[in-house]
């Protein structure tokens, strides 16, 4: 079964909407992490942020923003007013404390800003 | 040291070759992962070191494939014989404890002709 479920393939906006994307994941573990990194054309994995299971405060940083919603095994993303270097593929990710140290991917949301 | 280093950036190779890439991590981090990548996909596990032990290796992963990490430090992949389904982006990461983020290197991108 997928662990990380990214339902959305590809997006458009254009410049300055607002875009969310979404993750769901799925754990049998009490204590686990949830990251988002970006993988820009150059292809290299960026990480964005990590939130581990006991704390589901929304958090802020600049123009983007993350809801992480246990009832619903959530960790969606925000981007307020795209600009166009926010184009890239964006990865949802799990690490479960208990039985492993692996990262279980999504498969990735490609977002196109369009200007 | 800024950041997990990979070599080499791109290789290409014919059928039935062998293959080593070289990850340097994060000097301060003991777990070192190796991920591959194809086209449109997300990244897929492959093997994790904590220090020089392999502590994990996916089911998926085929016996062509060997991983080390000898002193706990720097890390080799190599594919034996490789096939045009090796063909990928292979991603190395390292990460200070099982809490923390994993942080990426550039990859390097295999091309099996």
């Known amino acids: 079964a997928q662990k990380v479920t990214q339902a959305q393939t590809e997006i458009s906006v254009v410049e300055k909407e607002d875009v969310t994307l979404d993750c769901v994941y799925e754990t049998r573990d009490t204590t686990y992490y949830l990251f988002w990194y970006k993988q820009p054309p150059s292809g290299e994995l960026v990480f964005l942020i990590r939130?581990?299971?006991?704390?589901?405060q929304n958090e802020i940083s600049g123009r983007y923003s993350w809801n992480f919603q246990k009832s619903t095994s959530s960790f969606n993303f925000t981007i307020t007013a795209s600009q166009v270097v926010d184009s890239a593929v964006y990865f949802c990710a799990l690490s479960e404390a208990g039985t492993g140290n692996q990262f279980y991917f999504g498969t990735g949301t490609s977002l196109t800003v369009i200007p | 040291d800024t950041g997990v280093s990979q070599n080499p950036r791109h290789k290409i190779t014919k059928r039935g070759q062998n293959v080593t890439f070289r990850c340097d991590p994060i000097s301060e981090h003991n777990r070192l992962y190796w991920y591959r990548q194809t086209l449109g996909q997300g990244p897929e596990f492959l093997t994790y070191?904590?220090?020089?032990?392999?502590?994990?290796k996916s089911r998926l992963l085929s016996d062509r494939f060997s991983a080390e990490r000898p002193k706990g430090s720097f890390s080799t992949l190599e594919i034996q014989r490789t096939e045009q389904g090796d063909s990928a982006m292979y991603l190395c990461?390292?990460?200070?404890?099982?809490?923390?983020?994993?942080?990426f290197g550039q990859g390097t991108r295999l091309t099996v002709v």
């Open positions: 939130r581990n299971s006991f704390d589901e």
């Open positions: 070191f904590q220090n020089e032990a392999q502590l994990e």
């Open positions: 990461a390292s990460r200070e404890d099982r809490a923390s983020a994993a942080f």
